[in-house]
């Protein structure tokens, strides 16, 4: 408890140099995990392709003390943009702010996640935000969000087509299928997976906690239809081992 307080502290100060308008506090409820809560206005003044936007956005931010292994949640409080915007709950104004595991590789590669989050995502999707109101579109394309975006993200992550084989290389990374080096790649190549697959499967099991790629991967599921099936499987295969469990223990 102590050290994630400590850590959300750190993480406080650091927004309040870059959000000078967050009023931030460090909630404790009861036995629960303490999180970092912050409310106020965040400036954008960015600019894409030449389109440079200015604007002010009433925000709540809840940063979990599991972060940077989960992502902040980051609500619009204005629900005049949230009820425009598509890709914001409808409820409480909350962004989907786009592919989880990209979300956490880009955390995991940076020394200050706190500064890459507010800079970087956040600063990307307050754009989009504000370009939608103004355009009715998204700047960056719909990519990155919902269910066809995170499929087209691993997709180009693990440079594959969309079918079993992106399928398969998420469920490695999972450990839903045996994985080594020296083995065959799960992308179906017929390579090894030393000189295939092997180190973008690692980089996404190192990086992307399991609870965290298990969202995504059901996400992939969905828009490649797959959902029943794979799931099915899942399911056959874990009743198998219980099968052969319950069978060797009779044979002892
Ligand atoms: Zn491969």
Known sequence: MVTE???L????????LICPNLINTIVFIGNEEPYLKAEGAV????EYEGVRLVARFDLEIIVPSSFPCDIPRVCLCDSSLSEVYPHASEGDGELCLGVTGDILMRLASTTSPISTFLIE???DNLYSVEYYRRYHAMPFGDRSHCSQGVLEHYVEFFDTNAGPS???LIRSSLGLVSYGR???CPCGSGKK??????????R???EVPREMLRRDYVQVLDSLGMTQAILAKDAARAKLRDHNHRTSQRRQ
């Open 5 to 7: 307080g400590a850590t």
């Open 9 to 16: 502290n750190s993480f406080a100060s650091e927004m309040r």
């Open 43 to 46: 400036a954008l003044d960015a």
């Open 121 to 123: 995502i956040l600063r």
């Open 166 to 168: 992106v399928v398969n």
């Open 182 to 184: 020296n083995h065959k």
């Open 193 to 202: 997976a030393l000189d295939c697959h092997g180190k973008a499967i690692e």
């Open 204 to 206: 996404l099991k190192r």
